[in-house]
């Protein structure tokens, strides 16, 4: 098996009495982009930090390539790019001096330097705009240079810190399509975003954090495929006593769990056809049907022939896919931007 590339193991941080990041472990493998999840507070921005050499562990240790982070030698420095959620650019100056200046502090100089920052700004779609002010820029082109300047040195690994933070769409996708394309040529990233959807489609493997700890670290799909199926929702008229119809739903093959919600207790439906009555002579109660099954395509057919036996209307059907967002949800108990 290949060595990984980041190795986290057992990391603490402590500030006094608080314990803000408890014995993480996990690694990162070679051209792999994983994305580092947690909310406000979970620990994520302290183990980044102490991934980038800006902090060092209160026990445990990070390496690059093999080597201890916390020793800050020059090869760890260089084999790290970051571009940070504060962007670190320089205003009074063009797009190029930028990425010339980044570039120079790296020890690139003359042609070699001129020809990487041109690579650079093509990377980013800002080849056109290279001599304007980068106070002129918008708020996406800025975070394209800034993109740009955490690549200047050729890093082994590239830390992205929430990179499409009030961006425009256009500028969104070009850092989208540079992370791909940085990918493709080998390129190590670490990806972290409030963004889910972004962290779902750009990433191999995902880490959870929570509380300081990693509650969770695999691949996306392996993720996903652990919240046990899709969620089948069904507006309808059930009957005030809905144990009996429940049972017969959880009877199914690859049903995993059954709920009903009424939406007004156990008032009737104010709809069309509120005068129904149902087989068991019961008044409707409007609410949704809530149902997680492993193949809920197959098992439609009969879940609809139970609801109209009982002579339950079906206002709306809709399937949910499971996806990064309900694992995050599921784990910690909380959404990504608390």
């Keep these: 098996?290949?060595?990984?590339?980041?190795?986290?193991?057992?990391?603490?941080?402590?500030?006094?009495?608080?314990?803000?990041?408890?014995?993480?472990?996990?690694?990162?493998?070679?051209?792999?982009?994983?994305?580092?999840?947690?909310?406000?507070?979970?620990?994520?921005?302290?183990?980044?930090?102490?991934?980038?050499?800006?902090?060092?562990?209160?026990?445990?240790?990070?390496?690059?390539?093999?080597?201890?982070?916390?020793?800050?030698?020059?090869?760890?420095?260089?084999?790290?790019?970051?571009?940070?959620?504060?962007?670190?650019?320089?205003?009074?100056?063009?797009?190029?001096?930028?990425?010339?200046?980044?570039?120079?502090?790296?020890?690139?100089?003359?042609?070699?330097?001129?020809?990487?920052?041109?690579e650079m700004l093509a990377l980013v779609g800002l080849t056109e705009s290279a001599s304007r002010m980068a106070e002129e820029y918008s708020g996406g082109m800025k975070r394209r240079l800034n993109l740009a300047a955490g690549l200047m040195h050729s890093p082994q690994i590239l830390l992205l810190d929430e990179p499409t933070v009030g961006v425009d769409p256009q500028s969104r996708n070009h850092i989208f399509e540079g992370v791909r394309e940085l990918n493709g040529r080998g390129l190590t990233l670490l990806y972290t975003s409030h963004y889910m959807e972004e962290v779902q489609a750009l990433c191999d493997r995902v880490g959870i954090m929570d509380g300081g700890e990693l509650v969770a670290c695999d691949t996306v799909k392996n993720l996903i495929a652990g919240m046990g199926g899709s969620v089948i929702e069904i507006g309808?008229?059930?009957?005030?006593?809905?144990?009996?119809?429940?049972?017969?739903?959880?009877?199914?093959?690859?049903?995993?769990?059954?709920?009903?919600?009424?939406?007004?207790?156990?008032?009737?439906?104010?709809?069309s056809d509120k005068d129904v009555l149902f087989a068991s002579g019961h008044s409707p109660m409007f609410g949704t049907l809530r149902l997680r099954a492993g193949q809920p395509n197959q098992i439609l057919a009969a879940v609809i022939n139970l609801l109209n036996r009982e002579n339950a209307p079906i206002h709306h059907l809709d399937i949910k896919?499971?996806?990064?967002?309900?694992?995050?949800?599921?784990?910690?108990?909380?959404?990504?931007?608390?």
């Design 1 to 118: 098996m290949t060595p990984s590339l980041v190795s986290v193991e057992k990391v603490k941080k402590r500030y006094g009495d608080l314990e803000a990041v408890k014995g993480v472990s996990f690694e990162i493998q070679r051209g792999e982009i994983f994305g580092l999840l947690g909310s406000n507070g979970a620990g994520k921005t302290t183990t980044i930090s102490m991934i980038s050499g800006t902090l060092s562990p209160s026990e445990g240790q990070v390496t690059i390539a093999g080597e201890d982070v916390s020793r800050g030698s020059l090869s760890v420095k260089r084999a790290v790019g970051v571009t940070p959620q504060d962007l670190a650019i320089y205003p009074r100056l063009t797009g190029r001096e930028n990425l010339e200046f980044f570039g120079t502090l790296y020890g690139l100089k003359s042609t070699k330097l001129s020809r990487r920052v041109d």
């Design 236 to 271: 309808t008229d059930a009957p005030a006593n809905t144990e009996p119809l429940l049972q017969e739903l959880r009877a199914i093959s690859s049903v995993q769990e059954v709920e009903f919600i009424p939406i007004r207790g156990g008032e009737e439906t104010e709809k």
């Design 321 to 338: 896919e499971p996806n990064l967002e309900d694992v995050f949800l599921k784990l910690t108990g909380k959404s990504l931007r608390d």
